[in-house]
């Protein structure tokens, strides 16, 4: 496996990566009604329409299985909602499920923590939702600490999500630089 920065045309194969990942992952959490009319196309669509523009998600990381198939993915840059202690985030980090486990979201993570230290930020966010016990795990393993709580709406249900940090994201970086 391996992971590279990401390109317009792998769009379509992450937008899959994000609806089939979040089908998987979030049935019991998310309301199936919702999961089931995730689309890969209007993904396809959303995405492909905002790639140039440069604001939050500004950093797009893939992985690749042996084959040069993606199978997971990493989008994100400044945090969004003016955080006074985390500048930079990942708002989404998708790995197939068949691909987790096996340190594919590991270099995720440092890829991306090494470019958003090329960018300018010595620490990072990311948000999961607080009932995906797997993921927080995963964090919980890279170093993250839980520091903040929110509530957001999905599928007309209010759901808790857990904010992770990390302070220094440099050892990440330095181990980051040595996947892309």
């Known amino acids: 496996m391996r992971v590279r920065e990401g390109t317009f045309e792998d769009i379509p194969a992450a937008a899959t990566v994000r609806v089939k990942t979040w ?12 999961l089931d009319n995730l689309s890969i196309e209007r993904n396809i669509a959303r995405w492909q329409a905002n790639f ?7 950093l797009f990381y893939v992985g690749e299985n042996d084959a040069g198939e993606v199978v997971g993915f990493a989008l994100g840059g400044a945090e969004r909602d003016g955080d006074p202690e ?3 985030e990942i708002g989404a980090l998708y790995i197939f499920p068949e ?13 991306f923590a090494a470019a958003l230290v090329d960018e ?22 890279m170093g ?5 709580q929110k509530e957001q709406e999905i599928g007309g249900k209010p759901l808790q999500e857990t904010g992770y940090g990390w302070k220094d994201i440099l050892p ?4 980051g630089r040595k996947q892309v």
Do not use: C
Not at 52 to 58: A, E, I
Not at 121 to 140: A, C, G, K, Q
Not at 144 to 148: L, P
């Open 144 to 148: 993250g600490q839980a520091v903040r």
């Open 23 to 34: 089908q998987a992952a979030y049935r019991g959490i998310v309301p199936d009604e919702f």
């Open 52 to 58: 140039s523009v440069k604001d939050h998600f500004s």
């Open 99 to 111: 691909y987790q486990g096996k340190g594919l979201g590991r270099m995720l993570v440092q890829a």
């Open 172 to 175: 990440l970086a330095e181990a």
């Open 120 to 141: 300018g930020f010595t620490d990072m966010l990311i948000w999961v939702l607080t009932d995906n016990h797997p993921s927080r795990r995963f964090y919980e393993a």
């Open 86 to 88: 985390y500048h930079g």
